[in-house]
C-alpha cells in the first residue's frame, strides 16, 4: 500500500472515461480540468480499454481495491462493459452516471461485474431538473434508477449538488430515499473555486443541522470523514471538501483524466503526468511520484484571497521530485 507525505493509504482509484456528456449541467467542473467538452463521437486523445485495464492491473499490485469510472458520461463509451469486465477481480466497480443510459445496460453492466452507482439527480421537480442539467431527460433519469435497482445495484446513490438552484429540493428528495429502498442520498457542495459563481454557494453548516435535527442516528465514515444521516431509514450523506480541513486529511484516492494523465487531487492541475506511451515499470514509478507528491487543499494547498476567490498557496507547490524509472 502506497502512503503519502501526509500519512495517506491510497486505496482506490477515480478513473474519467470521457470528457464528453449529453448533459450541460450548470455547476459542471469535468473532474477538476474545467468545461473541457467536446462533440459525442469518440475522440483519439480518450484512453483506449487496454490503457484503462493495464493501469488497473498495475496499481492493483500496490494494494487499490477500488475504482471508480466516472466522466463525462462514462456510458457514452460503448466499450464500458468490456472495462467493467477485464478490471481486476480485487478491485471493487462503481460507476458515476447521469443515468439516461442505464435503462438498457444496468443488466449487462451487472453481468459485467459493477457493483454500485451513483446517479446525478439534483431534483424531483422536471422543469428545476432541466435548468440544472439543460437537459429534457429527466423521466429518463427516473427510468435509470429503476432499472439499476431492479438490476441488483446495491447501493444506488443519488448524487445532488447542493447549491442556490437546488437548495430547496433537499426535504423531498430527503423523504424520495426514505421511501424507496435501495436509494441512498449524497449531497455534494458546490465548490466555487472551481466553477466560479461564489454567490451560488449556501451554508452547509446549516445543512448538516437541519439534517442532524431529523436524524435517527448520525456516523461519520473514514473516508474525507464524512457524516451520514439516518432519517426515517433513508441515508443521507455529505460530501463537503470546502473549508474542511477533514476532508482531505482522509482522502485515499488519486485520479486518472480521460486523456491518461495521473492527477494527485481533484482540485490541482499542475502535477498531471501523461501516461502515454509508458512502459508498465514507469507508469508504475509515476504511480508512486504522483502519491508521494500529494499535497493538502483546503486552507493548505489553495488558500482564499480576501476576495471571495482561491489562490494556490506556493509555499505547498514543490517541483516534483526525479525519480528513476524502471522499464518493464
Not at 462533440?39 to 485495464?53: F, G, L, Q, T
Not at 469510472?69 to 460503448?78: C, H, K, N, S
Not at 482522509?250 to 492541475?269: D, M, Q
Request: charged share 30%; hydrophobic share 35%.
Amino acid at each position: 500500500m502506497l502512503e503519502d507525505g501526509f500519512g495517506r493509504e491510497v486505496t482506490g482509484v477515480r478513473v474519467s472515461l470521457t470528457d464528453r456528456c449529453n448533459f450541460d449541467c450548470v455547476y459542471c467542473h469535468n473532474e477538476g480540468l474545467g468545461d473541457t467538452r467536446g462533440p459525442m463521437a469518440a475522440r483519439d486523445h480518450e484512453m483506449s480499454a487496454d490503457d484503462v485495464v493495464r493501469f488497473l492491473d498495475i496499481v492493483e499490485g500496490f494494494g487499490v481495491d477500488a475504482v471508480k469510472f466516472t466522466g463525462g458520461e462514462p456510458m457514452l463509451r460503448d466499450d464500458l462493459e468490456e472495462i467493467v469486465r477485464r478490471t481486476p477481480d480485487s478491485m471493487e466497480v462503481s460507476l458515476t452516471t447521469n443515468g439516461t443510459f442505464l435503462p438498457e445496460r444496468a443488466d449487462a453492466l451487472v453481468e459485467a461485474g459493477l457493483d454500485r452507482v451513483n446517479v446525478s439527480q439534483d431534483a424531483l421537480d422536471e422543469e428545476a431538473f432541466r435548468e440544472v442539467t439543460q437537459s429534457g431527460a429527466y423521466g429518463r433519469v427516473i427510468e435509470g434508477v429503476k432499472a439499476a435497482v431492479e438490476a441488483g445495484l446495491d447501493p444506488v446513490k443519488l448524487n445532488m449538488v447542493l447549491f442556490e438552484e437546488t437548495k430547496g429540493y433537499v426535504p423531498e428528495m430527503v423523504d424520495y430515499v426514505a421511501e424507496n429502498d435501495g436509494l441512498q442520498l449524497q449531497l455534494i457542495e458546490f465548490m466555487p473555486e472551481l466553477v466560479g459563481k461564489p454567490e451560488w454557494a449556501v451554508d452547509i453548516d446549516a445543512v448538516h443541522d437541519w439534517l442532524a435535527g431529523r436524524a435517527d442516528r448520525v456516523e461519520s465514515r473514514e473516508m474525507h470523514d464524512r457524516k451520514r444521516y439516518w432519517v426515517d431509514g433513508g441515508m443521507i450523506e455529505i460530501v463537503d471538501p470546502v473549508g474542511n480541513e477533514e476532508f482531505c486529511a482522509n482522502c485515499h484516492r488519486v485520479r486518472v483524466t480521460h486523456e491518461g494523465y495521473l492527477k494527485g487531487c481533484l482540485n490541482r492541475n499542475d502535477d498531471l503526468r501523461s501516461m502515454g506511451e509508458m512502459t508498465r515499470g514507469e507508469i508504475a514509478s509515476t504511480f508512486r511520484e504522483t502519491v508521494r507528491n500529494r499535497v493538502p487543499y483546503y486552507g493548505e494547498y489553495m488558500i482564499e484571497d480576501g476576495d471571495g476567490g482561491w489562490t494556490v498557496n506556493e509555499e505547498y507547490i514543490d517541483a516534483p521530485a526525479d525519480v528513476p524509472i524502471a522499464d518493464d
